[in-house]
């Protein structure tokens, strides 16, 4: 493998990532609503004989400040949300230094109120498969970002939500420029920001993951992971079975992103905006890095490794991707008409299926297996920091149980809450984004 020889050149710029983001709203209570509101939605749609989505929401399309929207949502729902896509827009332009998007003007939104109008109306308007419930499309007929609302879980719609705006503005700004594993790990990055805009930093599965590609010594080295073409990253990814690769991306846009360290964080936008202004994106990397030779990005690769194996995970994050896992794997037991009596049954059904969730890698959630150890408590006991208070003593350890239903929710899969849990009480909360009586439970994280 041969590379281009870097001109280093050292330039200083703060870098904005981290501290514009705290400043963020990021857009999950406008999905709350969407789950609310679409229970108005009647079946007029459907009355509409065989028009197509994109014909009945010709004559409704408006305009936020970011982008041109089509939508089939209830009004109050897409005010709401074209006021979440402002704000996300917004702040992601701030966080990524403002790169001067190379496409000008308005953006396309697409909001739907079903999944099958999403898949159909991508394929016959821009020639784009849809893979996913929140999306950017980029294709020859058009580009933009798509949203479903249709049956899924707040949390993943939010977070999808935030990485397809991410993953817009970046094909917008660098074209596709940008090392396709490092944008990977950005777009996970903006999406694991929680509703206040603070870090949500990375959840115990995701470090264990990390750490152990480290210590089998399995992850790509720091020269092959950014000099990756699109296709080699496409195929290592389609080959990887543990999601490693992803999770090492995520670990090296944090080690990137860092302040005050070797890795300064201000070079790491400076990096950014090389790119958007066409500078090959090995070059950029390796002139802003100094990475002059092989002994140079050797001893990056040691340094990005070091941090891998001392980072911590965030407790608060731990227990949302817990939760996340146990709600889509009751929502898989009462597909299968199996719902438990109790969590300790829970969680024998679980390991009995050695069931994984989410089933597909989303952009802010690492992926969780029944049989990975911890998996079914609310705590991580190793990772506290150095220096930390010790936890109160409790009579009883902290974990999970099934709350109590209360009158009218007795059709619905159990809540799972967390128990003698310092300062939180996050519990899976129930409901359904259409009024037909066979359409699945969505679950939320609330109190």
Not at 292 to 312: C, S, V
Not at 316 to 343: I, M, S, W
């Amino acid at each position: 493998m041969t590379y281009n020889r870097p001109v280093f050149f050292v330039k200083t710029r703060q870098f904005a990532l981290p501290c514009a983001l705290l400043e963020a709203v990021a857009p999950q209570k406008y999905f709350l609503i969407l789950g609310v509101t679409l229970g108005i939605a009647t079946n007029a749609f459907a009355q509409v004989a065989k028009e197509s989505w994109w014909d009945r929401t010709s004559k409704t399309m408006f305009v936020a400040n970011s982008h041109r929207i089509r939508s089939d949502l209830p009004a109050k729902t897409n005010s709401s949300t074209a006021e979440g896509i402002d704000r996300l827009w917004v702040t992601i332009d701030a966080g990524l230094g403002q790169l001067r998007p190379r496409s000008r003007g308005l953006q396309q939104a697409l909001l739907f109120t079903s999944q099958e109008d999403l898949s159909e109306t991508l394929r016959s308007q821009f020639a784009v498969d849809a893979p996913s419930e929140a999306f950017a499309f980029f294709s020859p007929l058009g580009q933009g970002i798509a949203v479903c609302t249709e049956d899924i879980p707040a949390p993943f719609a939010a977070r999808g939500l935030t990485a397809a705006i991410g993953a817009e503005y970046l094909r917008l700004s660098c074209g596709a420029d940008l090392a396709p594993a490092l944008q990977v790990g950005i777009l996970d990055f903006l999406a694991r920001r929680d509703s206040k805009g603070a870090g949500g930093g990375i959840g115990e599965a995701g470090i264990a993951v990390v750490r152990k590609s480290v210590t089998d010594t399995k992850s790509i080295s720091m020269l092959d992971f950014i000099s990756m073409t699109a296709e080699e990253w496409k195929k290592a990814v389609e080959q990887d079975s543990t999601g490693s690769l992803r999770e090492q991306s995520s670990s090296v846009v944090r080690f990137l992103t860092q302040s005050n360290t070797a890795a300064n964080a201000s070079f790491f936008l400076q990096y950014l905006r090389l790119v958007s202004e066409g500078t090959p994106n090995f070059a950029a990397f390796s002139s802003v890095y100094g990475l002059r030779d092989e002994r140079g990005w050797e001893d990056f690769d040691k340094q990005w490794k070091a941090f891998a194996l001392k980072e911590k995970s965030s407790a608060n994050e731990t227990l949302r991707e817990r939760l996340a896992f146990l709600a889509e794997g009751l929502r898989q037991l009462d597909k299968e008409g199996a719902l438990p009596v109790d969590f300790a049954a829970l969680e024998v059904a679980l390991k009995d299926r050695n069931f994984v969730s989410p089933s597909q890698w989303r952009p802010g959630f690492s992926r969780i297996q029944a049989i990975e150890p911890n998996t079914f408590t609310p705590t991580q006991p190793y990772e506290n920091a150095a220096g930390a208070k010790p936890q109160p003593t409790r009579s009883k350890p902290p974990r999970f149980e099934f709350d109590t239903p209360k009158k009218g929710e007795e059709k619905q899969p159990p809540s799972v809450l967390t128990v003698d849990l310092l300062n939180e009480r996050s519990k899976i909360i129930w409901f359904k984004t259409r009024p037909e009586p066979e359409a699945p439970w969505v679950w939320d994280i609330g109190r």
